[in-house]
């Protein structure tokens, strides 16, 4: 088709929120990012459209509409990536036709995990895909250190399975969806996202054009064959995707691998999930043989914790659809300046103010003088106000230079009236606790499960934090 070469048409665009604007500006007006907008050349690149195809619709245009009941997901159409963690924080497995973003620091061990996945998928057989391989398309390492990796994660040899785990090195998209097509895969691996290019995009490969016209060629493509593609990202030491936000619009799940680098444990959430639930936290342990599922997490996250200590204290928390045991840590100390500092490590300051305001006017205890630290040990992160009767008994316990007895976990919701509100799912936290060996358990009155005890396990009911502080100890 001829077209009339036009002189392309530049546009100034924030790379950060993908916003256009009129020229260029310092300050994005509406991410308010700084020196985000650049200059782009505008093409109408033909792959950059994104055609969603629904079977059965006329290709001359005309649209289609369906039921909804007629485009019902079947679960069972899935595909098991057969790491379980991976599959929980997926929502299930692999949907069909989805486009998974995989962000994570560098060296997190992002490639690790996918690769894994990938012998997984291969060696599946499952009746909708069966026999048909997996393509891991790579720009950042060659064919010879990507096999190495994979041959090393098997524990030094090949399996059957692994004729099906084609591997390419190649960073232009065209390119990697030429072979994916040809091959029909199960499913498809990018990466990573910031080496991979258009020829229907200037640029260098990483800017905001060619990640959106890369996205967009593989997002049709995923689409149009309902094959699954996973696509790496590497994030900055903010934690944010580097590269545009929009990256993040245009894919049905964002994962994120996270970790910290003195410890070897692995974590890995949903944060956006178009498929599945995004509270699911999978655990992993990186080994000398690879990624380890860690199926019991709490034994990992108490393994350091000390029988008694001053400023410890132990709550169940939920992640997704498992409790898991936490130890928050506090430290207090006078505030030479006048001006007392909060430091916290996984908790919300703003929500540590509201427990020590608490504490003082409702449990007698002054500690807004002091500097308080406080920290969740493990790396991990409080997501739900369940865990305030722990941190503000782990302040408590700072404060009084008591340690909490062995074996005592704490578990429920303070209010601004000193009062201990109810959580929901208490049966399966103290479940979880028993099964850790925890033997009293400080709840809400109004959450003491009725009927079946806990056997082992003692329930101490409380109705406000004074109480709460009086059983403690
Ligand atoms: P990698 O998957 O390459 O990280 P990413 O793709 O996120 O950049 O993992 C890199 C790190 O993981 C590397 O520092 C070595 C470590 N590692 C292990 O400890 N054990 C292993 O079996 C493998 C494959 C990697
Ligand atoms: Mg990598």
Not at 336 to 354: E, F, I, K, N, Y
């Given at each position: 088709?001829?077209?009339?070469?036009?002189?392309?048409?530049t546009?100034?665009?924030?790379?950060?929120?993908?916003a256009?604007?009129r020229?260029?500006?310092?300050?994005?007006?509406?991410?308010?990012e700084?020196n985000?907008i650049e200059?782009?050349?505008?093409?109408?690149?033909a792959g950059e459209?994104?055609?969603?195809?629904?079977?059965g619709?006329s290709?001359?245009?005309?649209?289609?509409p369906v039921?909804?009941?007629q485009?019902?997901?079947?679960?069972?159409?899935?595909?098991?990536?057969?790491?379980a963690?991976?599959?929980?924080?997926l929502?299930?497995g692999?949907?069909?036709?989805?486009l998974?973003?995989?962000?994570g620091?560098p060296?997190?061990?992002?490639?690790?995990?996918?690769?894994?996945?990938c012998?997984g998928?291969?060696?599946?057989?499952?009746?909708?895909a069966?026999?048909?391989?997996?393509?891991?398309?790579?720009?950042?390492?060659?064919?010879?250190?990507?096999a190495g990796?994979?041959?090393?994660?098997?524990?030094?040899?090949?399996?059957?399975?692994?004729?099906?785990?084609?591997l390419l090195?190649?960073?232009?998209?065209?390119?990697?969806?030429?072979?994916?097509?040809a091959?029909?895969p199960?499913?498809?691996?990018?990466?990573s996202?910031?080496?991979?290019?258009?020829d229907?995009?200037?640029g260098?490969?990483?800017n905001?054009?060619?990640?959106r016209?890369?996205?967009?060629?593989?997002?049709?493509?995923?689409?149009?064959?309902a094959?699954?593609?996973?696509?790496?990202?590497?994030?900055?030491?903010?934690g944010q995707?580097?590269?545009p936000?929009?990256?993040?619009?245009?894919?049905?799940?964002?994962?994120a691998?996270e970790?910290d680098?003195?410890?070897?444990?692995?974590?890995?959430?949903?944060?956006k999930?178009?498929?599945?639930s995004?509270?699911?936290?999978?655990?992993?342990?990186?080994?000398?043989?690879?990624l380890?599922?860690?199926?019991?997490?709490s034994?990992?996250?108490?393994?350091?914790?000390?029988?008694?200590?001053i400023?410890?204290a132990?709550?169940?928390?939920?992640?997704?659809s498992?409790?898991?045991l936490?130890?928050?840590?506090a430290?207090l100390g006078?505030?030479?300046?006048?001006?007392?500092?909060?430091?916290?490590?996984?908790?919300?300051?703003?929500?540590?103010?509201?427990?020590?305001?608490?504490?003082?006017?409702?449990a007698?205890?002054?500690?807004v003088d002091?500097?308080?630290?406080v920290n969740?040990?493990?790396?991990?992160?409080?997501?739900?106000?369940?865990?305030?009767?722990?941190?503000?008994?782990?302040?408590a316990?700072?404060?009084?230079?008591?340690?909490?007895p062995?074996?005592t976990?704490?578990?429920g919701?303070?209010?601004l009236t000193?009062e201990?509100?109810?959580?929901p799912r208490m049966?399966e936290r103290l479940a979880?606790?028993?099964?850790?060996g925890?033997?009293?358990?400080?709840?809400p009155?109004?959450?003491?499960?009725?009927?079946?005890?806990q056997e082992?396990?003692a329930?101490?009911g409380?109705d406000?934090v004074?109480?709460?502080?009086?059983?403690?100890?």
């Open positions: 088709m001829a077209r009339k070469t036009k002189k392309p048409k546009i100034w665009q924030c790379t950060a929120c993908g256009t604007t020229g260029w500006f310092g300050q994005c007006p509406s991410c308010h700084w985000t200059e782009q050349v505008e093409r109408p690149a459209r994104v055609v969603l195809a629904t079977p619709a290709s001359e245009g005309a649209v289609v039921t909804a009941a485009e019902q997901l079947a679960d069972a159409q899935r595909l098991s990536t057969g790491i963690e991976l599959d929980r924080v929502g299930g692999l949907v069909p036709g989805s998974v973003l995989l962000g620091a060296g997190i061990g992002k490639s690790t995990l996918i690769l894994q996945a012998a998928l291969v060696g599946v057989n499952d009746d909708h069966h026999e048909r391989p997996v393509l891991y398309a790579s720009g950042e390492e060659s064919i010879a250190q990507v990796r994979a041959k090393r994660l098997r524990g030094g040899s090949f399996t059957a399975a692994d004729e099906r785990l084609l090195a190649e960073t232009r998209i065209e390119a990697i969806l030429d072979a994916a097509t091959r029909k199960k499913a498809l691996v990018v990466d996202i910031q080496t991979v290019y258009s229907a995009q200037d260098l490969p990483g905001i054009g060619q990640i016209s890369v996205t967009g060629h593989l997002l049709s493509w995923a689409k149009s064959r094959i699954p593609v996973i696509i790496v990202g590497h994030v900055t030491k903010d995707l580097a590269g936000r929009l990256l993040e619009h245009m894919v049905d799940t964002v994962l691998f970790g680098e003195e410890r070897a444990t692995r974590m890995l959430r949903a944060s999930n178009r498929f599945g995004t509270a699911e936290l999978g655990v992993f342990e990186m080994t000398s043989q690879g380890r599922e860690i199926p019991n997490p034994e990992v996250f108490l393994a350091d914790h000390p029988e008694e200590a400023g410890s132990v709550t169940a928390s939920l992640e997704g498992r409790p898991l936490l130890e928050i840590q430290l006078p505030s030479p300046g006048g001006s007392p500092r909060r430091t916290c490590v996984g908790a919300d300051p703003s929500r540590l103010a509201m427990l020590l305001a608490v504490l003082d006017r409702h007698g205890l002054f500690v002091q500097d308080v630290f969740v040990a493990g790396g991990l992160r409080l997501s739900e106000p369940a865990a305030d009767l722990a941190a503000l008994l782990a302040v316990s700072s404060h009084l230079r008591k340690p909490i062995r074996g976990i704490a578990i919701e303070v209010g000193g201990l509100r109810r959580v049966e979880e606790a028993r099964r850790l925890f033997r009293r358990a400080i709840v009155s109004k959450s003491v499960p009725a009927g079946s005890p082992g396990l329930i101490v409380v406000s004074a109480q709460a502080v009086e059983r403690a100890f």
